[in-house]
Nanobody, 125 residues
């Protein structure tokens, strides 16, 4: 049974940092990513990482502040979030697929098969 379990969300002041983790079980994945959804808004791509020759991709809104990484031995992907802003407040969800996605594909939520339950990140001003 495939499971993605996120952890690390919480409440932080603007300018602070949080590190999200997503532990996968049941399968290894070629592509993993993070998406977020704020109240009243559509889900949006945050960051993605491939498994082989790991390559990372970021939404423009988080470039230079967020870092995605993966530990293949632990089947876990991380999202280090620095310089957090109130507009980063959202439910963050981990996503994964066994497919090796192209850059255009990995920014689309529909490209992913497996999803975690989400973890709340709240940034106060």
């Amino acid at each position: 049974q495939v499971q993605l379990v996120e952890s690390g969300g919480g409440l932080v002041q603007a300018g602070g940092s949080l590190r999200l983790s997503c532990a996968a079980s049941g399968r290894t994945f070629a592509t993993m990513g993070w998406f977020r959804q704020a109240p009243g808004k559509e889900r949006e791509f945050v960051a993605g990482v491939t498994r082989f020759v790991p390559t990372t991709y970021y939404a423009d809104s988080v470039k230079g502040r967020f870092t995605i990484s993966r530990d293949n031995a632990k089947n876990t992907v991380y999202l280090q979030m620095n310089s957090l802003k109130p507009e980063d407040t959202a439910v963050y969800s981990c996503a994964a697929t066994t497919a090796a996605l192209t850059v255009n594909q990995l920014t689309a939520a529909g490209s992913y098969v497996y999803w975690g339950q989400g973890t709340q990140v709240t940034v106060s001003s």
